[in-house]
């Protein structure tokens, strides 16, 4: 069977981006990463995807078609699904519904609770027990779309959010693989054409 082509856009460190990279070595993993793109040069995730020898693009964000740049380089690529793996731009509605049911995203919270940014602030400001991490298909609107998995964190006593951003990142790199897995079967099951999921 034939493994789904992925397409990773970062912006920093891409510490996602090599939980992926990890997976996909293992020859049992229903995907392989097919192209990284960055809007940033200097991302330190550039270096991750060179030394797996994938190929990479910078795209910069200052470019006046820059997400038309990116599809461009994506579907040139074959990419059939496109993982943000901590990607710092809102990409517009034209991208994203072009893309629908074939983007997904890793946000740092239990959505649909704690959207946006700041996550791990608020989730001790409001004295939550349990803090965690949703990949989910992304919609226009921001961190909404259905979701995949998630997976739960305890907030321990005396945490920071240093503390707490650091076991939240460790559960993000098990659950994003565990994701695209399920969205790999999902797609052979149904042939490659559209997901359809209820919103959890």
């Known amino acids: 069977m034939a493994r789904l082509r992925l397409g ?28 990284v793109i960055s809007n940033k040069a200097e991302a330190a995730g550039l270096d991750r995807a060179r030394a797996a020898a994938i190929p990479s693009q910078v795209i910069s964000h200052r470019e006046p078609d820059f997400e038309a740049a990116i599809d461009a380089a994506l579907r040139g690529a074959g990419v059939e699904l496109v993982c ?3 990607f710092m731009r809102i990409l517009g509605a034209d991208f994203v519904n072009g893309w629908r049911d074939r983007l997904i995203n890793i946000h740092p919270s239990l ?15 409001a004295g939550e ?3 965690g991490c ?6 226009p609107e921001i961190d ?47 042939g490659g054409s559209a997901i359809s999921l209820r919103r959890n």
């Not at 856009?9 to 097919?34: E, K």
């Not at 959010?161 to 099951?189: G, I, N």
Request: with cysteine; charged share 15%.
């Open 8 to 35: 990773i856009l970062i912006s920093g460190r891409g510490s996602n981006l090599q939980a992926l990279i990890d997976a996909c070595a293992a020859p049992s993993f229903p995907a392989t990463v097919a192209l």
């Open 84 to 86: 943000l793996a901590g």
């Open 111 to 125: 959505l649909p609770a704690f959207p946006g940014l700041g996550t791990h602030r608020r989730v001790l400001a």
């Open 129 to 131: 027990a349990v803090a």
């Open 134 to 139: 949703t990949v989910h298909f992304v919609r």
């Open 144 to 190: 909404a779309g259905p979701i995949i998995l998630r997976e739960t964190v305890p907030v321990l006593p005396g945490d920071t959010e240093t503390s707490l951003a650091a076991r939240v990142l460790a559960a993000e790199h098990r659950l994003y693989p565990a994701a695209v897995r399920q969205v790999a079967k999902m797609l052979a099951k149904d």
